[in-house]
């Protein structure tokens, strides 16, 4: 990547870099625990920042790196790949709109073979990884809890960002299970089922990384009261389902070109003042964090945690 973009410094500690570097952005995509030191240091660097989906491993230190920003008026967004979506903005719409009455339950399953597994696609990647060795995924730090790694954290965050933005209103309380069931080169949870109670309604979320197919669809599918909405991100599509074989394919509207990336959102952001997407703003991520800071502990306490 150095060569094809013509990067003319690099670094291999990021300290430095601050130090000798004027830089504007800086786009944060180390381990999960390390969110917190790289997003303080960028901070007192003046540095604008944005961090790769979850925002950070603690609702603790997700308030300590919002804190920090907030405290040298630096901008923090955390990037989530659904925000470039029609679909996802659309269902939004739609909800609002009111075309499947109130909204009841939302259910989100994501997943693969996990991160290195031979049937994991990533977007850019020309060509499929195929089988990595037990000692490479064993040497990654997805596969360690300490790091921040799991399914949960890694997959899950999903559908908590979603149904929180989709219900419009925070969460009470969440259950989850997060287990280990086949990646014994790690001690990272590879599934986790988190059931999310909101004050009408419910979410069902779903991270995997045992999972060749889901063999259904994996959502967000929205279940309302007077219909359902299911969305395909691959097709750019969405049906809306009445039952009685009354089904209507929908067609996002496309987004603006503001909204097109995340480069072009955030530098015309801090060029223009335009208002941020609420899913990439620090408030509303700091609540994400608190239910998936709810579902952590209560996988580990194996009781439901509630949200105060």
């Known amino acids: 990547m150095v060569e094809k ?19 504007d952005i800086a786009l944060v995509t180390s381990e ?6 790289v997003v303080e240091a960028c901070a007192r660097h003046k540095v604008h920042v944005c961090v790769e989906k979850p925002m950070s491993v603690s609702l603790v230190d997700a308030q300590r790196m919002n804190d ?18 029609p679909v996802a903005h659309h269902i939004k719409s739609l909800i609002e709109q009111n075309k499947i009455g109130r909204v009841l339950e939302i259910k989100w399953r994501g997943g693969h073979t996990g991160p290195l597994g031979n049937a994991a696609v990533h977007p850019g990647l020309q060509e499929k990884l195929g089988q990595v060795s037990e000692a490479k995924l064993a040497s990654t730090w997805w596969h360690q809890k300490q790091a921040g790694g799991g399914a949960l954290l890694d997959y899950c965050c999903y559908g908590a960002m979603l149904s929180r933005w989709y219900y419009g209103c925070q969460a009470d309380s969440v259950s989850a299970v997060a287990t280990n069931l086949a990646s014994p080169w790690g001690d990272a949870d590879d599934n986790a089922i988190v059931i999310i109670h909101f004050p009408e309604s419910i979410a069902l979320v779903e991270g995997s990384w045992t999972t060749l197919s889901h063999g259904t669809a994996t959502g967000p599918i929205i279940y309302g009261t007077s219909g359902t909405l299911v969305a395909d991100f691959k097709a750019n599509s969405i049906t809306l389902d009445r039952g009685e074989e009354n089904q209507e394919a929908i067609q996002p509207e496309t987004l603006p070109e503001k909204n097109r990336d995340l480069a072009t959102h955030m530098i015309e952001h801090l060029e223009s003042g335009h208002p941020l997407l609420p899913i990439l703003s ?11 800071d709810a579902a952590t502990q ?11």
């Open 282 to 292: 620090h408030d509303f991520n700091l609540e994400v964090m608190a239910i998936l």
């Open 68 to 85: 920090a920003c907030q405290k040298n008026n630096v901008l923090l967004v955390t990037n989530w790949p659904v925000a470039w979506s």
């Open 5 to 23: 973009l013509g990067i003319p410094n690099v670094y291999s500690n990021y300290s430095e870099m601050l130090e000798k570097e004027k830089l």
């Open 32 to 37: 999960n625990d390390q969110h917190v030191d």
């Open 298 to 308: 209560s996988a580990a306490r194996r009781k439901t945690t509630t949200l105060k």
